[in-house]
C-alpha cells in the first residue's frame, strides 16, 4: 500500500542511524560518555550559580564567582575537544558511508542519515546529562558547601535556565560536528569514502622549518615560564607560556618525530629488523593524526598533573594563607592628641586597661585569649597605638566577645577603630573551596579527556595496522614477533607523551608558584611535595590505562596471535 510504503521511507534513516550506533557502539559509546559526563558537569555548575543560595547565604557570592569561571572555561575546553574526539568517529564510519553511496543512496540522504545520527546522540547525551545532574547535583552541592564552610543546611533549588544553557552547548558543539562531518563526506566520491578510512598521509613540507619551529617554541614558552614575576602581567604570561609551549609540543611531535623516525629508517641494521621495520613505517604512515594524538594525551596529562597539584597545594596551604593574611584575629587602635607618639606609661596604662577589660569579657564568654600583645607603632604611624589578639573557643562565643569588646574599648580615650578578621577569613576560605570544587571537577575531564585520546587512539590506529600485520604474517612475521612489535611500539607512543608531560611539569612549577603567590601561598617546597605525588600516582593510572587500552588494540590489530 501507498501510505505504508511511505511510513517505511520516513522511518528508514532514523532506524539506520539507530543500528549504526548500535553496530558500531565500541566507538559511540565511549564518544556519549564523555559528552554525558562534560555535560553533567556542566550543568551542575548551572544549577549551582542559578541557585538562590548563591545570592542568599553569606560568602557565598565568591565561590558563585569561581563557578561561573569554571563554567565558561569548561565549555571552552570541551568543544575543540569533543571536535577532535568526534575526527575519529566520522574516520571510521566513512567507509560504510561509501558503501551507502555505491549501493544509490545520495548525498542528501546520507546528510540526512547523518543528521539523525547527530540528533539521537544530542538526545541521549543531554538527557542523561539532566537526569544525573537532578540525581546528584544536591550532593555535589553540599560538599561544595562543606568544601568552601558555608551552612550545610541550606535548601537547594532547580531551575530551568541551566537547563536551556546544557542544551544549548551542546547543540553547539553537535552542529559543528555535524557540520564538518557533512563537509567532510560532501567533497569525496564513493571510492575515496571507501579507501579513506585506511588512507596514509602525506609527509608535511619543510619540517625542518617546522621542527625548529617547534624547538623554538617550547623554548620561549618554558622561558617565560621561569622568568615571570609577580606583577600585573602575570596572567598574560601564564597564557603566553601555555600557548608557547602547546604550539612546540605539536611541531615537535608532528615534524621532530618524522626527523627522528627518518633518521631511524636510514639506519639499514635498526629498520630492516621485523618488529623495526613495522613500528617506524606504521608510524610514517599516520604521523600527522598520530602526532595530534600525542599532543593531546601530552597536553591533557600536563593538565591533569598541573591541576591536581594545584588543588592539593591550596587544600593543605589554607591555614597557612589564613595566618598570612590575618596574624590576629582582632585589632584595636588608638590615637593619641595632636601628634604625640605612644610612649611612656600613657600607652602601656591604655594596653593594660583593654587587657583587663578583655580577660573579663573573655571569661564571661568562655574563650581564651591567645597572642595577645600591643605596641606603639613609630615612624609614619607615630602617635598609633594598636592591641591585637587571638581567641580560641567555638564561633558563637567568640563573635559574642568580640561584639562586647567593641562596645567596651570604643568608650575609652583616643579610640580610633576596632576590626575583627572572622569575616574576611571566612571570605577567603569560601574562595578557596570554590577553586577545590573546581580543580576536583577540571582534574577529573582532563583525566577523562586522557582515557578517551588513548582508546581512541588504539582503536583507530588497531583497524589501521590489522592489514600491515595479516600481510607480515602472510610473509613470515610470526605471532610472538608480531606481539613484541605491537609491545615496543605501544611502549614508544605512550610514554613519549607521559614523558613531555613530566618535562613540562617540571618547568611550569616555578609559575604555578609564582601563581599561588597572588593568593599568598608561598610555599615551594608544599607545591613541589604535592607536585611529586600526584605525579607519582597519575604515572600509575596512566600506566595501567595504557595495558588495559593496550588489550584493545591487541585483539583488533592481532586477531591471529
Given at each position: 500500500m501507498p501510505g505504508t510504503k511511505t511510513r517505511k521511507s520516513v522511518w528508514l534513516l532514523p532506524r539506520l542511524s539507530l543500528m549504526a550506533i548500535r553496530r558500531n557502539a565500541a566507538t559511540y559509546l565511549p564518544y556519549i560518555g564523555v559528552c554525558v559526563f562534560a555535560m553533567f558537569v556542566f550543568f551542575v555548575f548551572g544549577l549551582i550559580l542559578h541557585n538562590d543560595v548563591v545570592n542568599t547565604l553569606p560568602r557565598a557570592a565568591y565561590a558563585g564567582m569561581l563557578m561561573l569561571m569554571g563554567q565558561i572555561l569548561l565549555g571552552l575546553v570541551m568543544i575543540p575537544f569533543l571536535y577532535y574526539t568526534n575526527s575519529f568517529l566520522i574516520k571510521r564510519r566513512k567507509r560504510e558511508l561509501g558503501l551507502y553511496r555505491i549501493l544509490g543512496m545520495?548525498?542528501?540522504?546520507?546528510?540526512?542519515?547523518?543528521?539523525?545520527?547527530?540528533?539521537?546522540?544530542?538526545?541521549i547525551v543531554v538527557v542523561c546529562a539532566v537526569v544525573l545532574g537532578l540525581l546528584f547535583s544536591r550532593l555535589l552541592f553540599l560538599f561544595l558547601l562543606n568544601l568552601a564552610e558555608l551552612p550545610v543546611n541550606a535548601s537547594f533549588h532547580v531551575s530551568f535556565p541551566p537547563v536551556a544553557e546544557t542544551f544549548s552547548l551542546f547543540g553547539l558543539i553537535s552542529l559543528i560536528n555535524l557540520g564538518m562531518n557533512l563537509y567532510q563526506v560532501g567533497k569525496a566520491n564513493p571510492v575515496e569514502l571507501l579507501g579513506e578510512s585506511g588512507k596514509g598521509e602525506k609527509e608535511p613540507r619543510h619540517i625542518w622549518l617546522f621542527s625548529l619551529i617547534g624547538a623554538a617554541s617550547l623554548g620561549r614558552g618554558y622561558w617565560i615560564a621561569l622568568t615571570a614575576q609577580m606583577n600585573s602581567?602575570?596572567?598574560?604570561?601564564?597564557?603566553?607560556?601555555?600557548?608557547f609551549v602547546m604550539l612546540g609540543t605539536y611541531f615537535l611531535f608532528t615534524s621532530g618525530s618524522i626527523l627522528v623516525l627518518r633518521a631511524l629508517k636510514r639506519r639499514a641494521s635498526f629498520y630492516y629488523r621485523p618488529e623495526n621495520f613495522v613500528t617506524v613505517?606504521?608510524?610514517?604512515?599516520?604521523?600527522?593524526?598520530?602526532?595530534?594524538?600525542?599532543?593531546?594525551?601530552?597536553?591533557?596529562s600536563t593538565m591533569v598533573i598541573i591541576t591536581v597539584t594545584c588543588t592539593v597545594a591550596v587544600y593543605q596551604g589554607i591555614p597557612m594563607i589564613l595566618q598570612d593574611h590575618y596574624p590576629y584575629r582582632i585589632q584595636v587602635r588608638f590615637l593619641e592628641a595632636a601628634g604625640a607618639?605612644?610612649?611612656?606609661?600613657?600607652?602601656?596604662?591604655?594596653?593594660?586597661a583593654v587587657a583587663a577589660e578583655a580577660r573579663r569579657l573573655a571569661l564571661e564568654e568562655g574563650v581564651a585569649l591567645l597572642d595577645y600583645q600591643s605596641a606603639s607603632l613609630e615612624g609614619d604611624e607615630a602617635g598609633v597605638l594598636q592591641i591585637v589578639m587571638n581567641l580560641d573557643g567555638n564561633e558563637e562565643a567568640a563573635d559574642a566577645f568580640s561584639r562586647r569588646l567593641d562596645q567596651s574599648v570604643s568608650r575609652?580615650?583616643?579610640?580610633?577603630?576596632?576590626t575583627d578578621n572572622w569575616?574576611?577569613?571566612?571570605?577567603?576560605?569560601?574562595?578557596y573551596g570554590g577553586l577545590l570544587f573546581i580543580g576536583i571537577a577540571f582534574g577529573s575531564?582532563?583525566?577523562?579527556?586522557?582515557?578517551?585520546?588513548?582508546f581512541y587512539k588504539q582503536i583507530t590506529e588497531g583497524f589501521e595496522d590489522r592489514k600491515n600485520f595479516v600481510i607480515m604474517h602472510r610473509v613470515g612475521l610470526s605471532g610472538p614477533e608480531a606481539l613484541e612489535t605491537v609491545q615496543k611500539q605501544m611502549r614508544l607512543v605512550f610514554y613519549l607523551p607521559m614523558a613531555g608531560a613530566l618535562i613540562h611539569t617540571v618547568i611550569a612549577l616555578r609559575l604555578v608558584n609564582v601563581l599561588l603567590g597572588s593568593i599568598d601561598l608561598h610555599a615551594p617546597w608544599l607545591v613541589a611535595g604535592a607536585a611529586l605525588a600526584v605525579s607519582a600516582v597519575f604515572t600509575g593510572v596512566y600506566y595501567v590505562c595504557c595495558r588495559?587500552?593496550?588489550?584493545t588494540y591487541y585483539r583488533i590489530a592481532l586477531p591471529e596471535r
Open positions: 545520495e548525498k542528501k540522504h546520507i546528510g540526512l542519515l547523518m543528521f539523525y545520527e547527530t540528533l539521537l546522540i544530542y538526545v602581567k602575570i596572567f598574560d604570561h601564564f597564557f603566553m607560556a601555555v600557548f613505517s606504521g608510524m610514517l604512515y599516520r604521523m600527522k593524526k598520530n602526532a595530534a594524538g600525542l599532543v593531546n594525551i601530552c597536553l591533557f607618639a605612644w610612649t611612656g606609661p600613657r600607652g602601656e596604662a591604655v594596653g593594660e575609652m580615650p583616643g579610640f580610633a577603630s576596632f569575616e574576611r577569613m571566612q571570605n577567603d576560605v569560601s574562595m575531564i582532563f583525566l577523562i579527556c586522557v582515557l578517551i585520546a588513548m588495559r587500552t593496550a588489550r
